[in-house]
Nanobody, 113 residues
Framework: VQLQASGGGLVQAGGSLRLSCAAS?????IGWYRQAPGKQRELVATITSDGSTNYADSVEGRFTISRDNSKNTAYMEMNSLKPEDTGIYYC???????????WGQGTQVTVSS
């Protein structure tokens, strides 16, 4: 599976950004992890093929993940962004629930205060 991520950029606190991630084939789950400088990579949000979602507590209510199964593409709307949301966002996908994890290239998200 190849993942093509897009979106991200620089925004002021309170602003919004949208990330997209297109997979080269059908997938079970897709989502994003992020890594801030000096910190470990952490889960942000994922969505499965049946629409089940999982969010990090820190983004619950501010971020919304969705997917278009016909395009094998996921989207993440990020609202009310905070400086602590700054980091490199990595798209992640699995073909099956316990299958291999695939990673896309990182996308920089910077939120200025």
């Amino acid at each position: 599976v190849q993942l093509q991520a897009s979106g991200g950029g620089l925004v002021q606190a309170g602003g919004s950004l949208r990330l997209s991630c297109a997979a080269s084939g059908s997938i079970f789950s897709i989502g994003w992890y992020r890594q801030a400088p000096g910190k470990q990579r952490e889960l942000v949000a994922t969505i499965t093929s049946d629409g089940s979602t999982n969010y990090a507590d820190s983004v619950e209510g501010r971020f919304t993940i969705s997917r278009d199964n016909s395009k094998n593409t996921a989207y993440m709307e990020m609202n009310s962004l905070k400086p602590e949301d700054t980091g490199i966002y990595y798209c992640n996908a699995r073909r099956t629930p316990i299958g291999r994890s695939y990673w896309g290239q990182g996308t920089q998200v910077t939120v200025s205060s």
